[in-house]
């Protein structure tokens, strides 16, 4: 499998190097030069397996020729193995015809967990190989980072410095991070919000002398292989609901539009998926361009969902790259006029593609809190702001009610306990695993939004690093 950059300028790399690399080098985001295929009869075959076979057999393209089949199979099978649910991510019906899929069993209850588990076996099986470190640097509004932290803490070949807006994740999301104090990690609170968090992240991957001389990588989701990961679950989905001969309807809580590109993938790769909804809070740049084609940009403002804090959703530019017929000029022109007039043009055939497929949906505080008691009260289920937000888009922007609705579940309720408290008067009890969250030491630094400041502190710690 060779992968291309949506800018069109970047070497076509194989699997290892994409893994590796990041964002490319001339600023865009790696995809395969050509989705690989599911057969109905692959999709019929799947039926009854375990999601660690499934995972194994709607991956394996990807990293053909990289890694052997039977060392990719004990990766993912042990990337799964610490998951507290038999079913690593298990489908629970909501109504006649809606379900939830259930992603936070991993270890920092969140969907993070079910790439990232995997992507940190992955890089350590290439470093290995190749006899290399590298440097991590990560933006987060809360989730990816502990994931992230999880997935690679006391790795030898690997220092990962996490970028978080300070003071703007939950106290949940931030001790995750902070509590954890081995050698190789690094949490910064930058004073900015997530968008600045992540175009610090994006400037050091576009200061090519920096990057090559700190080996920097990526784990979020302009890391190819965060996609990767997040398309089987849908696979997963749409075979336990009757793929190849019945299509289903996805929802998802959307931000940086990695999750429900994953799902667009799955869809390319042949599986039956009727529509795309993306919910959003009142940070609704998505749904405004859905609606209206109007991708512009506002202030962005803490909601009760801060994950989905964001206005620059670094994954659509995987989508508009298709959108614009793979033409990788045109998405570097329509990318740059975006950042420089903070408004994305986009020619009225082009959007009404997109419109066509995706639906947007957004809820205010009010509106999220009022979903949260609604679903509740009919389902007896608590479920998180985020998802709330994706269950309620997906009943209200539904367009064919005998369609399975999957909505995604993307963080346990225990990781907003304020907001579901407020909603249903029941406060969620964090799972054994993290009963003393609240008691642990706490280790970050606080650091003005600037890459010079960021990259000083990157090199302090790789030059105490090699001294030692
Ligand atoms: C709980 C939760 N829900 C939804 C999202 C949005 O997902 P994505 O950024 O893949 O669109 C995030 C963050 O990414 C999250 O942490
Ligand atoms: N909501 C995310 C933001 C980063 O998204 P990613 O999918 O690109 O890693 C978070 O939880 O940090």
Redesign the pocket.
């Known amino acids: 499998m060779k992968y291309v950059s949506t800018r069109g300028k970047a070497p076509e790399l194989n699997f290892d190097e994409v893994l590796l690399t990041g964002l490319a080098r001339d600023g865009g985001l790696y995809v395969p030069a050509a989705w690989p295929k599911l057969t109905e009869d692959d999709l019929r075959e799947m039926r009854g397996l375990s999601y660690e076979e499934i995972a194994a057999r709607v991956m394996y393209p990807f990293v053909e020729g990289c890694i052997p089949e039977d060392d990719f199979a004990h990766l993912v099978a042990d990337a799964y193995a610490g998951f507290d649910h038999d079913a690593t991510c298990p489908l629970k019906q909501l109504d006649s015809n809606t379900w939830v899929m259930e992603l936070f069993h991993g270890p920092t209850l969140?969907?993070?967990d079910v790439a990232l588990q995997l992507l940190g076996r992955l890089f350590d099986y290439v470093l290995k190989k190749q006899g290399k470190r590298v440097t991590i640097a990560g933006a987060t509004?809360?989730?990816?980072g502990s994931a992230a932290i999880e997935a690679c803490r006391d790795r030898e070949a690997i220092d990962i410095f996490i970028l978080h807006p300070h003071n703007r994740t939950s106290e949940v999301q931030r001790r995750q991070m902070t509590s954890v104090l081995s050698m190789n990690v690094h949490n910064v609170a930058v004073e900015g919000t997530f968008d600045d968090c992540q175009d610090l992240v994006k400037a050091m991957f576009n200061d090519l002398s920096f990057r090559d001389e700190v080996n920097l990588s990526a784990v979020n989701?302009i890391n190819w292989a965060r996609i990767m990961a997040q398309i089987v679950y849908y696979v997963y989905a749409g075979v336990s609901l009757g793929a190849p001969e019945r299509g289903i309807t996805v929802s998802?809580?959307?931000?940086?539009?990695?999750?429900?590109f994953a799902a667009y993938a799955a869809r390319e790769m042949g599986l039956p998926i009727d529509q795309f909804i993306v919910g959003s809070n009142s940070n609704d740049i998505l749904t405004r361009f859905l609606s209206d084609n109007d991708m512009s940009m506002k202030q962005v403002s803490p909601s009760l969902?801060p994950?989905?804090d964001?206005q620059v959703?670094s994954?659509f530019e995987r989508l508009l790259f298709d959108l614009l017929d793979r033409d990788g000029e045109e998405v570097e022109e329509t990318m740059q006029q975006f950042r420089a007039s903070g408004k994305m043009p986009m020619e009225e055939d082009r959007w009404r593609r997109a419109a066509k497929d995706f639906t947007g949906h957004c809820l205010d505080d009010n509106e999220t809190l009022a979903a949260i008691g609604a679903i509740h009260e009919s389902s007896g289920e608590l479920v998180?702001p985020?998802?709330a937000v994706g269950i309620i888009a997906g009943w209200t922007q539904r367009k064919d009610p005998a369609s399975p609705l999957v909505c995604m579940a993307?963080?346990h309720p225990a990781?907003f306990p304020d907001a579901v408290e407020e909603a249903t008067g029941i406060r969620p009890a964090l799972p054994n695993k993290l009963a003393d969250l609240f008691d642990r030491e706490e280790r970050f630094e606080v650091l003005p939004n600037s890459v010079d400041a960021i990259q000083t502190r990157i090199r302090k710690s790789n030059s105490a690093g090699s001294a030692e």
């Open positions: 969140a969907f993070k509004s809360g989730d990816t989701s998802v809580p959307t931000g940086n539009f990695g999750n429900i969902s994950s989905m964001i959703s994954n998180d985020h998802t993307t963080a990781k």
